[in-house]
Every structure is written in structure tokens, then in C-alpha cells.
């Protein structure tokens, strides 16, 4: 047992001691920096690779990011919460987290990327035979990769773990998987291009798996000590009880990012999916910063939501301010360039989503000014009433984006998701005022001392 106490009180608080949020934004910002470079590489080769098929390559993504999360059952954001207040003696939290991880690493995960690749070979059934295992193979090992590189990214950050967690959290899995995502898919267009769509999905998910078992090697040192004897299907009630909450609130707030591409491709022809799809990613980066800063606060908003009301108000405040500054940066060139840019990074031929890319940036920076009020709502147990809200949106934005692209096309079906994505936003704020009394938008008088003050 004394053993056991050194290890948790090693691993649990010792980072956590020595890196301050001020710190830890710092370095997150940077490695989240490296992981846009492999995200805008990964895109602007899939679409050379694809063409008028990009848009297709886009929803395999997203639709595998959103089941990966669905598999996971909330666990790594209920994970990330409870080790962010884990005492130092809490021998047996410890062992409910690792038999947590146990639950949906082996049965929940894996069963959700079998269900997707059989879905996924059923649907696609116009394609040769090949494509189809290729392609469904594919998309059941993202699923899978997908959901643990998000398990253990989380795991790190509420352990302490900020800098190696940094490394695995950002636009496409984080700065070591998007490099590697990057990297494998330009060698797929430039030395196996006929490989086309099976070949891109083949290296995405390749290139979650070395940092992937970097990061299950870490985690499994912290508790190595601690057993997790027991029915595995115990834990997975378990799971689905302690985190469904979680779970139904990811897969809403999932869904809301992505229905419109999903929509897209139904509705719309091949080449109008592709022109959508790449601005919907393009304009994606402008909620980065604050995505950023939401995974950096989150042990912070866990412990203080229920000692230090003010002084929480106070960091969420500074951190939306950051945000903003660092988006109006970004956002600039996408009002007064957009054309320049999809061609840019995309090719000649998408330069025609000028006009998409504008309209679905309003919605992005609705994102930004309300500040991280879900982040405060899901991590001060709210979540319920978070996932209520991101479902009812999530049905407002497919019945409205269905009758705006039916009616208006990619121009309509970008202003229906503009419109309800700011008012999804403008929700949620005004949800945490009443809930938790305090504001989360930006401020003019940052306190960037106190984040310097307060420990990451």
C-alpha cells in the first residue's frame, strides 16, 4: 500500500506542481501550432490525392471521430475530471479509472469499430470488392485509434502529464499524430495515388499508432500497482452509469460540428461536397485557439467550480480574451482572401467556396466571443443540461440545413449552419450565467498574472 501511495503521489501531483496554467497554455499553444501544420498537410494532400472525391474522404473522417466518441462512453472526459481531484491516497479512484479504461478499451471500442465496419461495408456496396473490405477495414481501425488516442490524451492531461498530453490533443489527434498522418498521406500521393480513398483512410489511421502506444505505455506506469481484478461487463454498467452523461454530450456537441458535411454528401453532388468539405475544415481553425484552451482549463475548472467562483470567472475571462486575439489573426485573411486560400491549400478548382467558407466563419467566431462556457458547464457537473441543448440544436441544424440545401444549395446549407451555430453558442453562455453565476466571453482587462499563479 505505501508503495502504491509513492506512485500516485508522484505521478498524480508532481507535474501539476511544477507547471502553471499560465505554462501550460504556453506549451499546449505550441504543440497545437505544429498539429495545424500536419492537419492544413493532411488536407491539402487528401485533396490533391482525391479531388472530387475529397469530400467524401472528409466525412469517412469525421464520421469515424464521432463513433470513436461514441465508443469511449465519456470516460476520458469523466476520466479527466476525476484524476484532476484525485487525492493523493486515493488508492481505490485509482483503480476505478483503470478499470474504466479496461471497460472501453476492450469491449465498447472495439465493438464500435466492428459495428462501423460492417455498416461501412454494407452502405458503400457500389464500390468494387476491394474498395469495400479496404474501405471498411479502414474505417473500424480509425474508430478504434480514434477513441484511444482521445482515452489516453485526456488521462495525461487530469494526471498531471501536460506536456506529453499536449503532444496528443489538437486538430487531427495532436501534434505527433497529425505529423505522422501528414507524412504517410503525401507518400500515398506521391508514390501510390491509385490507391485513392482506401489508401488516404490507411494512413490517417497509421498515423495514430506510435504515439498512441507511447501514451498507453505512460499511463499504464501510473497505476501499474494497482490491480483491476473483476467482471469486465461490471465495469462497463459501470462506465455507461457514471458517464453516459458525457458521453451523450460529446456525441451531441460531435454531431453539431459535423451534420452539416454529413448533409452535404446526401444531398449534394460530388463536386459541391468537396467545395463544402474543404471550406467546413478550413473554417474550423478559428475555434482552435479556443478548443485549445478549453483542453488546457479543463483540471483547473474541475477543481476550482466548487471552491473559487470569482477567481474562476476571472481565468475563463483571460482565456476567451487570448482567444479571440489569436482568432481575429486567423479570421482576417479567410474575410478579405478566402479564394486565395482554399486554392492555396487545397488547389485551383476550390477556389469557388469563397463565399461558404465566409458564411461558416461567422458561426466559428459566435464560438469564440461566448468563451468557453461548455467547458465550465461539463466540468462543474452540468453536463446533462450541456447534452440537452446539443441535441435539440443538433436536430434544429439537420431539419433547417436539409431545407436550406434543398432550397439554396452549399450557400444555404452554410448559412443555416452560421445561424444555429450562434445561437447554440449565445445558449450555452447564457445557460452558465444562470447556472453558475458567472460570464465566460471575453474581457478587456485579461488577468494573465493569475493564470502565472494558477496550477495547469
Given at each position: 500500500?505505501?508503495?502504491i501511495?509513492?506512485?500516485?503521489d508522484?505521478?498524480v501531483?508532481?507535474?501539476?506542481?511544477?507547471l502553471s496554467l499560465?505554462?501550460?497554455?504556453?506549451?499546449?499553444?505550441?504543440?497545437?501550432?505544429?498539429?495545424?501544420l500536419g492537419y492544413?498537410a493532411?488536407?491539402?494532400f487528401?485533396a490533391?490525392?482525391l479531388?472530387?472525391t475529397?469530400g467524401?474522404?472528409?466525412?469517412a473522417?469525421?464520421?469515424?471521430?464521432?463513433l470513436?466518441?461514441l465508443g469511449?462512453i465519456?470516460?476520458?472526459r469523466g476520466?479527466?475530471?476525476?484524476?484532476?481531484r484525485?487525492?493523493?491516497?486515493?488508492?481505490?479512484?485509482l483503480?476505478e479509472l483503470r478499470?474504466?479504461?479496461r471497460?472501453v478499451s476492450?469491449?465498447t471500442?472495439?465493438a464500435?469499430?466492428?459495428?462501423?465496419?460492417?455498416v461501412?461495408?454494407?452502405v458503400?456496396?457500389?464500390?468494387d470488392?476491394r474498395?469495400?473490405?479496404a474501405?471498411?477495414?479502414?474505417?473500424?481501425?480509425?474508430?478504434?485509434?480514434?477513441?484511444q488516442?482521445?482515452?489516453w490524451?485526456?488521462?495525461?492531461?487530469?494526471?498531471g502529464?501536460?506536456?506529453?498530453?499536449?503532444?496528443?490533443?489538437?486538430r487531427?489527434?495532436g501534434?505527433?499524430v497529425s505529423l505522422?498522418?501528414?507524412?504517410?498521406?503525401g507518400?500515398?500521393?506521391?508514390f501510390?495515388?491509385?490507391?485513392?480513398?482506401?489508401g488516404?483512410?490507411?494512413?490517417?489511421a497509421?498515423?495514430f499508432a506510435v504515439?498512441?502506444?507511447?501514451a498507453?505505455r505512460?499511463?499504464a506506469?501510473?497505476w501499474?500497482?494497482?490491480g483491476a481484478?473483476?467482471?469486465i461487463f461490471?465495469d462497463?454498467?459501470?462506465?455507461?452509469?457514471?458517464h453516459?452523461r458525457f458521453?451523450?454530450?460529446m456525441?451531441g456537441?460531435s454531431v453539431?460540428?459535423t451534420?452539416?458535411?454529413?448533409?452535404a454528401?446526401?444531398m449534394?453532388?460530388?463536386?459541391?461536397?468537396?467545395?463544402?468539405?474543404?471550406a467546413?475544415?478550413?473554417?474550423?481553425?478559428?475555434?482552435?485557439p479556443?478548443?485549445?484552451?478549453?483542453?488546457v482549463?479543463?483540471p483547473?475548472?474541475?477543481?476550482?467550480s466548487e471552491r473559487d467562483?470569482?477567481?474562476?470567472e476571472?481565468?475563463l475571462?483571460?482565456?476567451?480574451?487570448?482567444?479571440?486575439?489569436?482568432?481575429a489573426?486567423l479570421?482576417l485573411?479567410?474575410l478579405?482572401f478566402?479564394?486565395?486560400?482554399?486554392?492555396t491549400?487545397?488547389g485551383?478548382?476550390?477556389?469557388a467556396a469563397?463565399?461558404v467558407?465566409?458564411?461558416?466563419?461567422?458561426?466559428?467566431?459566435?464560438?469564440?466571443?461566448t468563451?468557453?462556457c461548455?467547458?465550465?458547464?461539463?466540468?462543474?457537473?452540468?453536463?446533462?443540461v450541456?447534452?440537452?441543448v446539443?441535441w435539440?440544436a443538433?436536430?434544429?441544424r439537420?431539419g433547417?440545413?436539409?431545407?436550406?440545401?434543398?432550397?439554396?444549395?452549399?450557400?444555404g446549407?452554410?448559412?443555416?449552419a452560421?445561424?444555429?451555430?450562434t445561437?447554440?453558442?449565445v445558449?450555452?453562455?447564457?445557460?452558465t450565467?444562470?447556472?453558475?453565476?458567472?460570464?465566460t466571453h471575453?474581457?478587456?482587462r485579461?488577468?494573465?498574472?493569475?493564470l502565472?499563479?494558477?496550477?495547469?
Amino acid at each position: 500500500m505505501e508503495r502504491i501511495n509513492i506512485i500516485v503521489d508522484q505521478h498524480v501531483t508532481g507535474q501539476r506542481r511544477r507547471l502553471s496554467l499560465g505554462a501550460a497554455t504556453v506549451w499546449f499553444g505550441l504543440s497545437y501550432g505544429v498539429a495545424i501544420l500536419g492537419y492544413l498537410a493532411v488536407n491539402a494532400f487528401a485533396a490533391r490525392l482525391l479531388d472530387d472525391t475529397f469530400g467524401y474522404f472528409v466525412i469517412a473522417v469525421t464520421t469515424s471521430t464521432v463513433l470513436g466518441q461514441l465508443g469511449l462512453i465519456g470516460a476520458h472526459r469523466g476520466g479527466l475530471r476525476e484524476a484532476a481531484r484525485l487525492e493523493t491516497d486515493d488508492v481505490e479512484g485509482l483503480r476505478e479509472l483503470r478499470r474504466g479504461v479496461r471497460a472501453v478499451s476492450l469491449v465498447t471500442l472495439p465493438a464500435t469499430g466492428l459495428l462501423t465496419a460492417v455498416v461501412t461495408f454494407s452502405v458503400i456496396n457500389e464500390a468494387d470488392s476491394r474498395t469495400r473490405w479496404a474501405v471498411a477495414v479502414g474505417m473500424g481501425i480509425l474508430v478504434w485509434f480514434g477513441g484511444q488516442q482521445k482515452l489516453w490524451a485526456n488521462y495525461l492531461r487530469g494526471f498531471g502529464q501536460v506536456r506529453f498530453a499536449s503532444l496528443l490533443e489538437g486538430r487531427s489527434g495532436g501534434a505527433l499524430v497529425s505529423l505522422g498522418q501528414g507524412l504517410l498521406v503525401g507518400a500515398v500521393l506521391l508514390f501510390a495515388p491509385g490507391w485513392g480513398l482506401p489508401g488516404a483512410l490507411a494512413a490517417v489511421a497509421l498515423g495514430f499508432a506510435v504515439p498512441v502506444f507511447f501514451a498507453w505505455r505512460v499511463v499504464a506506469r501510473l497505476w501499474r500497482e494497482v490491480g483491476a481484478e473483476g467482471s469486465i461487463f461490471r465495469d462497463v454498467r459501470q462506465v455507461v452509469t457514471r458517464h453516459w452523461r458525457f458521453a451523450s454530450n460529446m456525441l451531441g456537441g460531435s454531431v453539431n460540428s459535423t451534420a452539416e458535411v454529413w448533409l452535404a454528401g446526401l444531398m449534394l453532388a460530388s463536386v459541391d461536397v468537396s467545395l463544402f468539405s474543404a471550406a467546413q475544415r478550413l473554417s474550423i481553425l478559428l475555434i482552435i485557439p479556443l478548443m485549445s484552451l478549453g483542453v488546457v482549463f479543463s483540471p483547473m475548472v474541475s477543481r476550482l467550480s466548487e471552491r473559487d467562483d470569482q477567481r474562476l470567472e476571472k481565468l475563463l475571462r483571460t482565456g476567451a480574451s487570448m482567444a479571440a486575439a489569436i482568432t481575429a489573426v486567423l479570421w482576417l485573411p479567410m474575410l478579405i482572401f478566402p479564394g486565395l486560400l482554399l486554392r492555396t491549400i487545397y488547389g485551383d478548382s476550390f477556389g469557388a467556396a469563397s463565399l461558404v467558407l465566409v458564411l461558416l466563419t461567422i458561426g466559428s467566431i459566435s464560438n469564440v466571443l461566448t468563451g468557453m462556457c461548455g467547458i465550465a458547464l461539463t466540468m462543474s457537473r452540468h453536463e446533462a443540461v450541456v447534452a440537452k441543448v446539443q441535441w435539440i440544436a443538433a436536430g434544429v441544424r439537420v431539419g433547417v440545413g436539409m431545407l436550406a440545401a434543398w432550397q439554396f444549395g452549399s450557400t444555404g446549407l452554410a448559412a443555416s449552419a452560421a445561424a444555429v451555430t450562434t445561437g447554440l453558442s449565445v445558449t450555452l453562455w447564457l445557460l452558465t450565467r444562470q447556472r453558475m453565476g458567472m460570464s465566460t466571453h471575453l474581457t478587456l482587462r485579461p488577468n494573465l498574472r493569475l493564470l502565472r499563479q494558477t496550477p495547469g
